[in-house]
C-alpha cells in the first residue's frame, strides 16, 4: 500500500503565495508520474500539474501555467506545488497522486493514477 500525505494549504489573500507538499511512503513501487488535481465545490476534479519521474518532465494546466511550479525532493519522497499569484478561481482542494502504469502523454486525466492523498484545502479571498 502507498500513503500519500498533502499539506500546506490555507487561506492566503488574492495576489499571495502557498506551498504543498506531498509526502509518499509505503511498500516500495515504481512510480511513473506524480501529479496534483483539485475539486472545487460542484465541479468535477481536475489536472493542474503532473511530473514525469524518470524523465523529468513537467506538464501544466493552461490556467495555472506561469504561476504554478511543480517540483519533487526523490531523497524525501515528495512532491511539492509552489503557487503564487493566486486567485480565487484557484479556491479548492488539492490532491495528490501517483502513478504507477506506464502511460504515454503527460498524465493529466485521474485514470492514469493509482494512488491519491486526502487532500488539502487552499482558500483564496478577494
Known amino acids: 500500500q502507498v500513503q500519500l500525505v498533502e499539506s500546506g494549504g490555507g487561506l492566503v489573500q488574492a495576489g499571495g503565495s502557498l506551498r504543498l507538499s506531498c509526502a509518499a511512503s509505503?511498500?516500495?513501487?515504481?512510480?511513473?508520474?506524480m501529479g496534483w488535481f483539485r475539486q472545487a465545490p460542484g465541479k468535477e476534479r481536475e489536472f493542474v500539474a503532473s511530473n514525469g519521474w524518470s524523465s523529468g518532465r513537467t506538464y501544466y494546466a493552461d490556467s495555472v501555467k506561469g504561476r504554478f511550479t511543480i517540483s519533487r525532493d526523490n531523497a524525501k519522497n515528495t512532491l511539492y506545488l509552489q503557487m503564487n499569484s493566486l486567485k480565487p478561481e484557484d479556491t479548492a482542494v488539492y490532491y495528490c497522486?501517483?502513478?504507477?502504469?506506464?502511460?504515454?502523454?503527460?498524465?493529466?486525466?485521474?485514470?492514469?493514477?493509482?494512488?491519491w492523498g486526502q487532500g488539502t484545502q487552499v482558500t483564496v479571498s478577494s
Open positions: 497522486a501517483t502513478g504507477t502504469r506506464y502511460y504515454s502523454g503527460s498524465y493529466s486525466e485521474p485514470y492514469e493514477y493509482d494512488y
Open positions: 509505503g511498500r516500495a513501487f515504481r512510480i511513473y508520474a
